[in-house]
């Protein structure tokens, strides 16, 4: 890695005040993407502001209408919540199939969120849910959080503080994880919120989106079948030598169809 | 920056880099060199070490992140000569054979078994996943720490 300067805040408003001052300055949770990517030196901040200390950012509380999950809130814990397990399982899951357990005992929702990798899983996670992203400063839905690879609508020295999902009727998350790093090739978060249903993927494109043909089929016939022969166009889908466009296309409809087999 | 933490029970301090990995901290200045760097990618699990009773992946930790935390590595297991269960296992099921990946595997499975004491071999596989191995196949393995949760 490149020489940077390192600060643990404890407070929330020394780390904005920190962030405010210094352009080339990045936040840091669980470093499992930042740390990475900055040995690759594809990343090089003058300073480095580690969240860690600012406890009041971890935490998960919820109800029967919704869950709230602290941005500081490890992959691994919120696999591990009652909370979550019992209100909405679809998430637990998909937090417990995030890279592999050391991985998910240093992630963070937050971190994950504010990355947005086309192949991370949180981000299907969240606009499948329809969840709301809050920061230090406003709260953003999912439906406009997410806007291009790598790239959210948060301002440059915006921090989330916490993810806020409501209780769906029903949801599943379904994946196709590459077998070395376990990144989804092809994800997909299926969910009736009891008044839509949306299915949102993760893995095929440049960046999170919502199956809309499927949601339309499903919201009339919510199973496997009815979405058997839906094929999604991977002209735009990603290519690498993980696998084509057209076979990232293919997975798309098999997820979609094991995630509604799994939240039926 | 100054540092300080404490490594298998023993405080210990530096004066290091911010860009120091734990890893680098643990086998250059410790001489603690069981945990290996393997992938530098956060994929092999060779630099697995726990810090805070948690499995971690000290190649993708900073030196400086561990301030005030209690790290075990691989030294840290065997009390004397007695070796701990796990390693006890992993010797008995031949559960090795260059060794390399080995101290990763001992300190992942040891998260594994505070997780799920009894886990069914697909539990185990999953769990390590974050663990890869190039000579044994992993059969022996998932034996090793079948046989470590008998106790």
């Given at each position: 890695?490149?020489?940077?300067?390192?600060?643990?805040?404890?407070?929330?408003?020394?780390?904005?005040?920190?962030?405010?001052e210094?352009?080339?300055?990045k936040?840091?949770?669980?470093?499992m993407?930042?740390?990475?990517?900055?040995?690759l030196?594809?990343?090089?901040?003058?300073?480095l502001?580690?969240?860690?200390?600012?406890?009041?950012?971890a935490?998960?509380?919820?109800?029967?209408?919704?869950?709230?999950?602290?941005?500081?809130?490890?992959h691994?814990?919120v696999?591990?919540?009652?909370?979550?397990?019992?209100?909405?399982?679809?998430?637990?899951?998909l937090a417990?199939?995030i890279?592999?357990?050391?991985?998910?005992?240093?992630?963070?929702?937050?971190?994950?969120v504010?990355?947005?990798?086309?192949?991370?899983?949180?981000?299907?996670?969240?606009?499948?849910l329809?969840?709301?992203?809050?920061?230090?400063?406003?709260?953003?839905s999912?439906?406009?959080f997410?806007?291009?690879?790598?790239?959210?609508?948060?301002?440059?020295?915006?921090?989330?503080?916490?993810?806020r999902?409501?209780?769906?009727r029903?949801a599943?998350?379904?994946?196709?994880?590459?077998?070395?790093?376990?990144?989804?090739?092809?994800?997909?978060?299926?969910?009736d919120?009891?008044?839509e249903v949306?299915?949102?993927?993760?893995?095929?494109?440049?960046?999170?989106f919502r199956?809309?043909?499927?949601e339309?089929i499903?919201l009339?016939?919510?199973?496997?079948?009815?979405?058997?022969?839906?094929?999604?166009?991977?002209?735009?889908?990603?290519e690498d030598?993980?696998?084509?466009?057209?076979?990232?296309?293919?997975?798309?409809?098999v997820?979609?169809?094991?995630?509604v087999?799994?939240a039926? | 920056?100054?540092?300080?933490?404490?490594?298998?029970?023993?405080?210990?301090?530096?004066?290091?880099?911010?860009r120091?990995?734990?890893?680098?901290?643990?086998r250059?200045?410790l001489?603690?060199?069981g945990?290996?760097?393997g992938?530098?990618?956060?994929?092999?699990?060779?630099?697995?070490?726990?810090?805070?009773?948690?499995?971690?992946?000290?190649?993708?930790?900073?030196?400086?992140?561990a301030?005030d935390?209690?790290?075990?590595?691989?030294?840290?297991?065997?009390d004397g000569?007695?070796?701990?269960?796990?390693?006890?296992a992993?010797?008995?099921?031949?559960?090795?054979?260059?060794?390399?990946?080995t101290?990763?595997?001992?300190?992942?499975?040891?998260d594994?078994?505070q997780?799920?004491?009894h886990?069914?071999e697909?539990?185990?596989?999953?769990?390590?996943?974050?663990?890869?191995?190039?000579?044994?196949?992993?059969?022996?393995?998932?034996?090793?720490?079948?046989?470590a949760?008998?106790?």
């Amino acid at each position: 890695m490149y020489r940077f300067e390192y600060q643990a805040p404890d407070s929330l408003e020394a780390a904005l005040g920190t962030l405010r001052e210094n352009e080339e300055a990045k936040i840091v949770a669980g470093g499992m993407t930042l740390l990475p990517t900055m040995k690759l030196r594809l990343a090089r901040p003058d300073l480095l502001i580690d969240l860690n200390r600012i406890g009041s950012l971890a935490g998960i509380e919820g109800n029967s209408n919704e869950v709230t999950i602290g941005a500081l809130t490890r992959h691994a814990d919120v696999a591990a919540s009652d909370v979550v397990q019992n209100h909405i399982a679809g998430l637990a899951a998909l937090a417990d199939s995030i890279g592999d357990p050391q991985v998910r005992n240093r992630g963070t929702i937050g971190g994950s969120v504010a990355n947005n990798d086309p192949a991370a899983d949180y981000p299907a996670g969240l606009l499948g849910l329809s969840a709301t992203v809050v920061t230090d400063r406003r709260e953003i839905s999912a439906d406009d959080f997410f806007t291009d690879m790598f790239e959210t609508a948060l301002e440059i020295d915006e921090i989330i503080t916490a993810v806020r999902f409501p209780v769906p009727r029903r949801a599943a998350y379904a994946k196709f994880p590459n077998p070395a790093s376990r990144y989804a090739i092809v994800g997909v978060m299926v969910v009736d919120t009891g008044s839509e249903v949306r299915v949102a993927v993760t893995g095929a494109a440049p960046c999170v989106f919502r199956a809309t043909e499927m949601e339309d089929i499903l919201l009339k016939d919510f199973s496997a079948d009815a979405i058997l022969s839906v094929e999604v166009d991977g002209s735009e889908f990603n290519e690498d030598i993980h696998a084509s466009a057209e076979y990232r296309a293919h997975l798309v409809n098999v997820m979609a169809r094991r995630a509604v087999s799994a939240a039926s | 920056m100054k540092v300080s933490f404490s490594v298998n029970g023993k405080d210990v301090s530096g004066d290091v880099e911010p860009r120091t990995l734990l890893v680098d901290f643990l086998r250059d200045e410790l001489g603690l060199t069981g945990t290996h760097v393997g992938c530098d990618t956060s994929q092999c699990g060779a630099c697995v070490v726990h810090v805070n009773g948690r499995s971690l992946k000290s190649c993708t930790l900073l030196a400086v992140q561990a301030q005030d935390s209690e790290v075990t590595t691989i030294e840290g297991l065997a009390d004397g000569d007695k070796l701990h269960p796990m390693q006890a296992a992993f010797r008995e099921e031949h559960g090795l054979q260059c060794g390399f990946c080995t101290p990763g595997m001992i300190m992942s499975a040891i998260d594994l078994l505070q997780n799920v004491p009894h886990p069914s071999e697909t539990e185990i596989r999953d769990w390590l996943e974050g663990n890869i191995c190039r000579c044994t196949g992993y059969h022996n393995i998932v034996k090793s720490i079948q046989t470590a949760a008998k106790g």
